[in-house]
T-cell receptor, first 113, second 114 residues
Framework: TQLLEQSPQFLSIQEGENLTVYCNSSSVFSSLQWYRQEPGEGPVLLVT?????EVKKLKRLTFQFGDARKDSSLHITAAQPGDTGLYLCAGGKGGTSYGKLTFGQGTILTVHP | EAQVTQNPRYLITVTGKKLTVTCSQNMNHEYMSWYRQDPGLGLRQIYYSMNVEVTDKGDVPEGYKVSRKEKRNFPLILESPSPNQTSLYFC?????????????FGAGTRLSVL
């Protein structure tokens, strides 16, 4: 059972376009993380959001945590070829479930020059 | 340099031959975890450890064992590997704390079981 549904699974765009990746769940998470993974490497953390409604910006990337802490989005403005990679969202829970991180299926982004 | 080190990076083995994938971190992290990554399924957690001698099952623990005798090491053991365990495996570590569950990943171990 996939608790975090990530969409779209594949995204192929031209340089300069904007895009949004979504991460949805019926479960509430205490934190939501976004990672980026390049071929042959492990995922690297981009951002962590912990408060419902929180918005974080990282240069051209904007991350939002839903008010109910069940969903999140990643928006990239003016995409560049260097943004190409696999983007993963991951939800964490606190309390007795602390430590169990649930990942979405991932979004493979290709930005063409 | 802060890092999570996995060995080996690549491994080809045969069904039933016991193997161990090692994982070591130099950041004094309490928390360590193993994931497997398969196409279309993202990363699925196998086992995790909140501290020395404390381990717990993730979402797909069947066929795997772990141990945490030292803080820095968290080996993954496959007692009798089967072809459905062919996958890309990642080890990760982090500090424990609600806003600090930032996981640092190793470079991965690609395992093929024939």
């Amino acid at each position: 059972t996939q608790l975090l549904e990530q969409s779209p699974q594949f995204l192929s765009i031209q340089e300069g376009e904007n895009l949004t990746v979504y991460c949805n769940s019926s479960s509430v998470f205490s934190s939501l993380q976004w990672y980026r993974q390049e071929p042959g490497e492990g995922p690297v953390l981009l951002v962590t959001v912990v408060t419902g409604g929180e918005v974080k910006k990282l240069k051209r990337l904007t991350f939002q945590f839903g008010d109910a802490r069940k969903d999140s989005s990643l928006h990239i403005t003016a995409a560049q070829p260097g943004d190409t990679g696999l983007y993963l969202c991951a939800g964490g829970k606190g309390g007795t479930s602390y430590g169990k991180l649930t990942f979405g299926q991932g979004t493979i982004l290709t930005v063409h020059p | 340099e802060a890092q999570v080190t996995q060995n080996p990076r690549y491994l080809i083995t045969v069904t039933g031959k016991k193997l161990t994938v090692t994982c070591s971190q130099n950041m004094n992290h309490e928390y360590m975890s193993w994931y497997r990554q398969d196409p279309g399924l993202g990363l699925r957690q196998i086992y995790y450890s909140m501290n020395v001698e404390v381990t717990d099952k993730g979402d797909v623990p069947e066929g795997y064992k772990v141990s945490r005798k030292e803080k820095r090491n968290f080996p993954l053991i496959l007692e009798s590997p089967s072809p459905n365990q062919t996958s890309l495996y990642f080890c990760a570590s982090s500090f424990v704390g609600a806003a600090k569950n930032i996981q640092y990943f190793g470079a991965g171990t690609r395992l093929s079981v024939l």
